[in-house]
């Protein structure tokens, strides 16, 4: 065993989580969901997600049987929705081609929507001990540091001399042990902001840290201011306390989701209103909304109507549906749409 992997071995019996719920059981379903999920967002924040939504799909056959609108409302609010239609949809490739499992293969697990070598690496070690490295954010981070290795981890050389060294550095045993280590060593000690230095189990042959460079690695990505978009989101409520929602594009951001219609004018904001006999100068204002995403900053101004009768064509549409705000539980909703409806007063 290598002195990197026996070190980080040692302080993860110490120090380490052995307490999380995907490692009691550490089923491949179970391993694979709290990747998916863990896949730009920690771990306090997925917990809550995890253990809502294994309640309510238990095992891969009833993920795979579940509709879309049931998959995206569990996972709302976790953001990176791509993860959850992947998720959907792997789950469905495997009662397809793998008998409702997911497959012992590396090659057709890496194949399947949304996993990749890091997750597919992560998901074999940790519920069959399987010898696969992997390299994820936290990953990444350590193995810079510890080797002093400059460039952003994004760029192809630099990952791929960061993939030679976490395979190197994998033990012949412990795997589900050492790849959680790993990750915990990352999210706690090696963060990003303010590293655990003096508390390192690897401090004495850390590179950056002998070279006074852990501040500046791993490097970031070469950036660029964010783009600016702007939408209008169109409120409209009935007499029966029932919001009318838009379903979003099969591509984009927040594909697939429910939100509020939205126009890119007044003008089309004034032909959407048409069939309902709505004034737009009569719209009652909200409060402007800001969200970020990775691509660009979205500027959202929510205007709001009340409808006296929902208009026949609209609700026939299948694009467009009444929903009551005391159910909207039942819908996957962007987190920003999400907060703007659960402010409404009756």
Not at 246 to 269: C, F, I, K, N, Q
Not at 273 to 298: C, G, K, M, N, V
Not at 303 to 309: D, K, L, Q
Request: with cysteine.
């Amino acid at each position: 065993m290598s002195e990197f992997a026996h070190r980080l071995l040692q302080w993860f019996d110490r120090d380490g989580r052995h307490d999380l719920p995907w490692q009691h059981p550490r089923t491949p379903y179970r391993v694979w969901l709290s990747e998916i999920m863990l896949q730009q967002t920690q771990v306090q924040t997925v917990i809550p997600y995890y253990l809502r939504f294994l309640q309510e799909l238990p095992t891969l056959p009833d993920l795979a049987a579940a509709d879309t609108d049931r998959v995206l409302a569990l996972w709302a609010g976790l953001g990176y929705y791509a993860r959850a239609r992947n998720l959907h949809k792997a789950a469905r490739a495997c009662v397809e081609q793998h008998g409702g499992d997911l497959p012992r293969d590396f090659e057709a697990m890496a194949a399947l929507p949304g996993i990749g070598r890091s997750t597919a690496g992560a998901i074999l070690a940790q519920a069959h001990g399987d010898r696969f490295p992997i390299l994820d954010g936290n990953v990444k981070r350590t193995l810079a540091r510890f080797h002093g290795i400059g460039g952003w981890p994004g760029s192809g050389p630099v990952e791929k001399q960061m993939w030679t060294l976490a395979e190197q550095h994998l033990p012949e045993a412990r795997l589900a042990d050492y790849t959680q280590a790993i990750m915990d060593f990352g999210a706690t000690l090696c963060t990003r902001h303010d590293p655990a230095c003096v508390l390192c189990p690897l401090q004495d042959d850390c590179v950056a840290r002998r070279e006074g460079r852990v501040d500046q690695l791993p490097e970031a990505k070469p950036g660029k201011p964010l783009p600016e978009r702007r939408t209008l989101m169109l409120l409209l409520r009935d007499a029966r306390g029932h919001v009318l929602l838009a379903r979003r594009p099969d591509t984009g951001v927040w594909s697939g989701m429910w939100s509020l219609p939205e126009a890119g004018s007044h003008d089309e904001a004034r032909d959407f209103l048409r069939p309902h006999a709505l004034d737009f100068d009569a719209a009652e204002p909200l409060p402007l909304i800001e969200h970020t995403f990775s691509h660009y900053r979205l500027h959202i101004e929510p205007m709001g109507w009340r409808v006296a009768e929902p208009a026949a064509a609209t609700s026939a549409d299948a694009g467009l549906r009444w929903q009551p705000l005391d159910r909207l539980h039942e819908v996957g909703l962007p987190a920003p749409v999400k907060k703007l409806l659960g402010s409404l007063t009756p």
